[in-house]
């Protein structure tokens, strides 16, 4: 049996290039990923790709879009709780 020690949850260590350009790298990427899906479904529709991979790549565009849209729903409430308080 292997034992591991418990290592409590740490910040990572954030990239110091900015809050702006990192939200903008994560929407960019978001992006990429529907255009790599509608590109898919397009070879698809004109015969030079496979059902299996259309479908694999718009499962893998809507599994990104609802990480990133329940995301910004949770930081959306977080900010709204912040602006609530009494001070």
């Known amino acids: 049996m ?3 020690p418990f290592v ?3 910040p990572v260590a954030a990239d110091r290039s900015g809050d702006a350009a ?6 960019d990427a978001l992006g990429q990923t529907l255009q790599g899906a509608t590109r ?3 070879d ?3 015969g ?5 991979g259309a479908v694999y790549e718009r499962a893998q565009a809507d599994v990104a879009l609802a990480v990133a849209t329940s995301t910004v729903s949770h930081v959306a ?3 709204q709780s912040v602006l609530n ?3």
């Open 77 to 79: 409430q977080a900010v």
């Open 40 to 42: 898919a479904e397009d």
């Open 48 to 52: 030079r790709g496979t059902l299996e």
């Open 8 to 10: 409590p949850d740490l």
């Open 85 to 87: 308080m009494q001070v």
């Open 22 to 27: 990192g939200f903008a790298r994560a929407l």
């Open 2 to 4: 292997r034992v591991e």
């Open 44 to 46: 698809f529709a004109y």
